[in-house]
């Protein structure tokens, strides 16, 4: 149902923060790229400044201009005068898809397959990845290859087929209870949140989540076949489907009785902290979704808050380098938070990464929609892993997870063959404690271990 | 007012991938860093060398189009904000950074090289580029000289003219010309450079610059002065320019600065003080713990409720950073920031601030004021929202009123900003007829008829 003008019936106040002082240009991946203004943050608030003045069209290049900027958010941190980047940008692409400016019948197809169709339910994304899972360990992934069946397929598809990410052997729903204990005094009692695609690649991550809170006087509740979040549906346009999905997700969980909801991809905790800005005009929600948006934390976050156990034993690595997922770091600010957990860990040296914050191009399905330039910002961040000479990097987030994974894949002498997380390092660490052996960090393109 | 065969023929002089006229390419080049003020150009090209900016000038004459020059359009005065219809020229891609010339001490550069990179390849080799506008993150070297720009380290270093050697510039007619060299003395005829240096792109285009750099201190310490009263900061000023100090840095934020500053920076400053100094001394480390001891001590005696010096230069740094950010960190107050750039005699600081205070309370304005306490460069800022008329006439005001106290005390209308459009109303107030009717002169010189940037600084036709 088409709406009003949606920048129009925007807070106005929003457009005019920007006082154009150009202080977010050195900071935008893609104005560093082109040196235009129109791919600089400054440059597309003029142009949706315009729309909403009623000076300009919603066009195909705005259309374009919108789905080029990555949202890594990295204005929003560099911005003295706190523009609300995140919000001009959802509303945007918002826009231009209600504008209908975009049709084409391949795109639009896969837009509704993927957003209204699979990731809206659970079911059908974990058979999804079940069907995934058996065509991958079955080896037809690279029979296919070899038949060239991928030659078939779109050339953009085709390319990105090696990227699929390896699904996992079982879900987050095999290996956590929906209510596990602590061995020792119970101080809190949290709710876990499996997310989607981590869900589906990175179930082990979720279990290590579950331990270290377990390992640290959490009672930890999961509930079962979580939807995703809707961060996917927020960021391409799709603000109903966000909100029908956020209204879920906060019926998943008793949030009174609950100390805190904890998530550990940054780029679905950025968007799951803005559930009241989303639902403000929900008369139901509302209220819920401002007690939601205070109960969410990243784990890091979490962790630093409850002054976390330091372990006594190492993880089993030497050496780490972190990359920050943008959402993590630009939209949740939680930067110092991850660090302080490596550094944690005995007899592991921290590296600090040359630009760590600055965006590796996974940006939520930016590597499908904008390959080229997703490919020049993983060739940065791949050159700036290898100047720490770190053997392993961690990140907190599964897209980064994948791909930095691809990205040190296809380059057989980096010095970094491994991508984990932190919470997993810590897990690993707190199982040596007891003599648990630590199962090996992923590598670039294993299989993903299961705990 | 552009019309195709024009486009045509700046398609053929330049790659047609660097001549932009669709609107959701050009709207963002309606504005520089300046509220409130925008205007639509033409076309905007991206030349990648002085002779196809040449050949562009060339063209816009024969076509009669004016030409307005930008870098990254952080400028404060209006100085790059287009004319309807006009050729913007932006020079951010020519970036190459040709030399950096350890004997002679010299650096060379295209204009559109950004300022910090400047400075960091300076300090590669253990050199020093002093010029530091707020904006040097993203500003270009061009548009500093353009602008001739200042900042924080002003007081002791003084502003980019100090450290232009020689410049390239394309004339209005085309002429390609360079003008001054490495010589460190060089009296042969006009200073020819230096009338190029902070003319708002009026008078030519500069496309490469020789700059000169120093030696990179070898100690610098940052501090932090707070107090109660405004007057007693002001007395602290006077009191360590008299004791014959000259630090590098000696800046000032008042309350409403000093809270959204921290809004944004998160750094740990205290947010109920009447005025905030931050003072910085560099060069030899013997004499920096020396002058730094000396002038912790005359901040104590003149009454500051507090002082306390940076731990390390990380942390030197972050306070400087979090000055840096002042202006743009004001605008979280009200939609609209008016920055202001009146300058005075450093003996008339204190009645200056004080005046700015009581013409806010006269016009019931918020003004945050922050600035270079120790050249005399003050930044009132108006703290307002341009769609409420009834507020902008009282702005302009108490703007008037502001720059003629200004005047009064002997100051200037613009430090280190420039007169732009921002400034063109009072600038004749200031230098007298004799003075105004002499740059008017050298405009008509040699730029008869009016193609550069017309209408900024002043017009030329009254």
Redesign the interface.
């Known amino acids: 149902m088409p709406q009003a003008n949606l920048l129009k019936s925007l807070d106005y ?1 929003v457009l ?2 920007c ?5 977010c ?2 900071t935008c991946p893609t104005y560093v790229e082109t ?4 791919n ?1 943050p ?3 608030i ?2 949706l400044r ?1 729309v909403a003045d009623g ?2 069209e919603v ?1 195909r ?2 259309s374009d ?1 919108m789905y080029y900027c990555l949202g890594c958010l990295a204005c929003q941190t560099a ?4 523009v609300n980047y995140a919000e001009l940008f959802e509303t945007a692409r918002a826009e231009v898809e209600q504008a209908e400016v975009n049709d084409g019948m391949q795109r639009g197809f896969w837009r509704w397959l993927t957003l209204n169709v699979i990731f809206m339910r659970p079911w059908l994304l974990r058979l999804i990845g079940r069907v995934l899972r058996v065509y991958q360990s079955a080896g037809l992934d690279n029979l296919m290859r070899k038949l060239r069946f991928f030659g078939l397929m779109p050339r953009s598809l085709a390319k990105l087929e090696p990227q699929t990410p390896q699904i996992s052997e079982h879900f987050s729903d095999d290996l956590i209870w929906p209510e596990e204990s602590p061995k020792g005094r119970q101080e809190y009692r949290v709710g876990l949140l499996t997310g989607c695609i981590q869900d589906l690649a990175f179930s082990n991550i979720n279990r290590d989540t579950a331990d270290v809170l377990l390992a640290n006087g959490c009672e930890v509740i999961t509930p079962r076949s979580q939807s995703c979040c809707g961060s996917l549906h927020a960021h391409n346009g799709e603000l109903e489907l966000a909100r029908e999905l956020a209204r879920r997700q906060i019926d998943s969980f008793d949030l009174d009785s609950l100390d805190a909801i904890i998530t550990n991809a940054g780029g679905c905790g950025s968007h799951l902290k803005t559930y009241g800005h989303l639902l403000h005009d929900d008369p139901f929600y509302a209220a819920k979704a401002k007690v939601w948006d205070a109960t969410v934390k990243d784990i890091h976050e979490w962790l630093v808050q409850i002054g976390f156990r330091k372990p006594t034993a190492g993880a089993g690595v030497s050496e780490v380098t972190y990359h920050e997922s943008c959402h993590l770091c630009h939209g949740q600010k939680v930067v110092s938070q991850p660090r302080q957990v490596l550094a944690s860990i005995p007899g592991l040296v921290f590296k600090e990464l040359p630009e760590s914050n600055w965006c590796c191009g996974s940006a939520g399905i930016y590597n499908i929609t904008q390959p080229e330039q997703s490919q020049k910002l993983l060739d940065r961040k791949v050159a700036n892993l290898k100047l720490t000479k770190a053997p392993v990097v961690a990140t907190s987030n599964p897209g980064c997870h994948l791909q930095l994974a691809n990205g040190l894949r296809s380059c057989g002498d980096h010095p970094c063959q491994e991508v984990t997380q932190p919470v997993t390092l810590l897990a690993r660490a707190y199982r040596a404690e007891q003599g648990v052996g630590a199962s090996g960090p992923h590598k670039p393109g294993s299989e993903t271990p299961a705990p | 007012m552009i019309e195709a065969s024009f486009i045509q023929s700046l398609k053929e002089i330049l790659d047609p991938e660097r001549v ?1 006229t ?4 050009i ?7 300046t ?1 409130a003020l925008k205007q639509r150009p033409g076309a905007v090209v ?1 030349p990648l060398t002085a002779e196809e900016v040449a050949d562009c000038v060339k063209l816009a004459r024969r076509c009669s189009i004016p030409v307005v020059t930008r870098g ?3 400028g404060l005065s209006g100085g790059s904000v287009p004319l309807d219809g006009c050729l913007v020229i932006c020079l ?2 020519m ?1 190459k950074l040709i030399e950096v010339d350890e004997k002679n001490l010299t650096l060379r550069a295209q204009s559109g090289v ?1 300022t910090k990179e400047i400075d960091d390849a300076a300090a590669k080799v253990g050199l020093f580029y002093p010029p530091d506008p707020g ?1 040097m ?3 270009t070297i061009g548009g500093n000289v353009a602008e001739n720009s200042g900042g924080l380290r002003g007081l002791k270093y003084g502003v980019t003219r100090d450290y232009v050697m020689g410049i390239e510039v394309v004339l209005p007619d085309g002429t390609l010309t360079f003008l001054g060299n490495k010589c460190v003395k060089d009296v042969a005829g006009y200073s020819m450079k230096d009338l190029f240096i902070g003319s708002e792109g009026t008078l030519g285009i500069i496309t490469e610059v020789i700059l000169k750099v120093l030696p990179r201190p070898k100690a610098r310490k940052t501090m932090l002065a707070l107090y109660d009263s405004m007057d007693a900061a002001a007395k602290t000023i006077s009191a360590i320019i008299a004791a014959k100090i000259i630090p590098c840095t000696l800046e000032f934020l008042d309350r409403v600065t000093v809270q959204c500053v921290e ?2 920076a998160k750094i740990g400053l205290p947010t109920d003080v009447e005025a905030l100094v931050l003072m910085e001394t560099d060069g030899h480390p013997v004499v920096v713990e020396e002058e730094a001891a000396q002038m912790m001590a005359l901040a104590r005696a003149n009454g500051a409720r507090d002082v306390r010096a940076a731990a390390d230069e990380a942390e030197g740094a972050k306070l400087a950073a979090a000055r840096r ?1 002042a ?3 004001l ?2 107050v009200r ?3 008016i920055l202001e750039d009146v300058t005075v005699p450093r003996s008339e600081l204190a009645t200056m601030v004080a005046f700015i205070d009581s013409v806010a309370k006269k016009h019931s304005l918020q003004i945050g004021t922050f600035g270079h306490l120790g050249d005399g460069n003050l930044h009132p800022t108006f703290l307002t ?2 769609r409420d008329h009834e507020e902008m006439h009282r702005v302009e005001v108490a703007l008037a009123e502001i720059v003629e106290e200004t005047i009064r005390l002997g100051g200037t209308v613009t430090g280190e900003h420039g007169v732009g459009l921002a400034k063109k109303a009072f600038l004749k107030r200031q230098l007298g007829e004799g003075s105004y009717e002499l740059m008017r002169s050298i405009k008509q010189a040699l730029d008869p008829q009016g193609l550069l940037n017309p209408g900024k600084i002043f017009d030329l036709r009254n």
């Open positions: 106040s005019q923060q006082m154009h002082c150009g202080m240009l050195p040196k235009m203004e129109k600089s400054r440059g597309r003029a142009l315009a000076d300009l066009s290049a705005l201009e911005c003295p005068a706190g | 932009l669709s609107a959701e390419d709207v963002p080049y309606s504005f520089d860093g509220a991206f990254s359009g952080t951010v891609k970036d950004i904006s993150k993203i500003s809004d944004y950010n202006f743009s960190a605008a979280r939609p609209t920031t929202n341009e």
